[in-house]
């Protein structure tokens, strides 16, 4: 009995001493660094991460390095549709950082920012221009938000590499694995505590891309159907373009909902407006 006390002890002991540096320091060694994997959907290669325990996959990609720097890159999110809710902090830690929530509603993508000063429920968060990328699914097994970003590389009390976008930057995820949000139509729902978080090291000397505006290009081209709305498969996507499913469901954030020949839903999710980005492509953004 004692035994076994003294091993629970040492094991607890272990973890911290294995942890604390990480969260004391960005800078140190971390568990677990990026490396460059390719969406085989869209062709996009990211640096990012594949957690072998909490069944996630994070990448990011930068365009190039730039005078100015730009303002944008593009995220990937894959988790597994079981989840409650799978976010992910680019600052590496939940204060003062840049957050995305994701969550499966009805096979929508529902993907916000967030921010918070502190470890209380973060405060929906506008500025960043999400706009979702034609690979982002919501199958039977997975959902995957991969997405462009702009006005993303600085917020409120930080920034990527800490404005630097040649040097480091932790990325931390987190997941609540059974536990939904209180309202999963509600972009804004308030939510619980994650069960777990980890975190990656992002070498950003190694995360732009010569072919960013390539990735661009495609998604723009593509981005006239319902970002959202790229499983053909699924029937029961209320974002289908067809006219018989349900006029009145309301598109999912970031999806289309107007534009020259549009047929699809024209009311956006809880939280959202419909805005006008052009002619042809009107765009759920946060209200
Ligand atoms: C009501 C909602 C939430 C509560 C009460 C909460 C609370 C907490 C607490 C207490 C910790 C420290 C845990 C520990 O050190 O063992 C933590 C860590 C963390 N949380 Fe949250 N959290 C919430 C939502 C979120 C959301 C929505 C995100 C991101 C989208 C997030 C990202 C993180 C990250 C990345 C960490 C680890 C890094 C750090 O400690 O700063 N949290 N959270
Ligand atoms: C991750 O996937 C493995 C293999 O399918 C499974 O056994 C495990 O329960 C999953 N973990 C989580 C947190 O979903
Ligand atoms: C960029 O985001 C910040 C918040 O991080 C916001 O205050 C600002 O208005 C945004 N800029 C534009 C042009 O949307
Ligand atoms: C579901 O989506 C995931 C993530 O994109 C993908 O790896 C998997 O092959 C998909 N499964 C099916 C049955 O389409």
Redesign the pocket.
Same mark, same amino acid.
């Given at each position: 009995m004692s035994l076994d006390r003294r091993g629970e002890t040492q094991y607890l002991y272990t973890y911290k001493r294995i942890w604390t540096p990480i969260?004391a320091c960005a800078s140190v060694a971390v568990a677990q660094t990026a490396s460059a994997y390719c969406d085989s959907t869209s062709g996009i290669c990211y640096q990012g991460y594949s957690d072998p325990v909490m069944n996630m996959t994070i990448g990011l990609v930068f365009p190039p390095l730039s005078t100015p720097p730009s303002d944008e890159y593009m995220v990937q999110m894959v988790a597994p549709a079981s989840f409650g809710w799978s976010?992910?902090?680019v600052g590496?830690? $939940?204060?003062d950082s840049l957050? @995305?929530?994701l969550w499966p509603y009805n096979d929508q993508i529902m993907l916000g920012t967030?921010w918070t000063s502190g470890?209380?429920?973060?405060d929906p968060y506008a500025g960043p221009k999400i706009t979702l990328l034609p690979d982002s699914t919501v199958n039977s097994t997975h959902i995957k938000a991969s997405f462009r970003c702009q006005n993303c590389t600085v917020w409120q009390d930080g920034s990527i590499g800490g404005g630097d976008l040649n040097s480091f930057q932790l990325i931390?995820?987190?997941a609540s694995y059974t536990t939904k949000v209180a309202d999963p139509s509600n972009i804004d729902s308030? $939510?619980?505590?994650?069960d777990a @978080?980890n975190f990656f090291g992002l070498d950003l000397t190694t995360v732009h891309d010569s072919s960013y505006n390539s990735y661009i290009g495609s998604s723009a081209s593509s981005s006239t159907v319902a970002p959202s709305s790229t499983t053909p498969a699924s029937s029961s996507a209320p974002p289908a373009t067809s006219t018989s499913a349900a006029p009145s469901a309301a598109q999912s954030a970031y999806g289309q909902c107007g534009g020259t020949g549009w047929t699809g839903p024209t009311a956006c999710a809880s939280g959202f407006t419909c805005t006008e980005l052009n002619d042809y492509y009107s765009q759920c953004t946060p209200s």
């Open positions: 969260f976010g992910l902090s590496g830690t $939940m204060a957050l @995305f929530t967030r470890y209380v429920l973060p931390a995820y987190v308030s $939510m619980q505590e994650h @978080f």
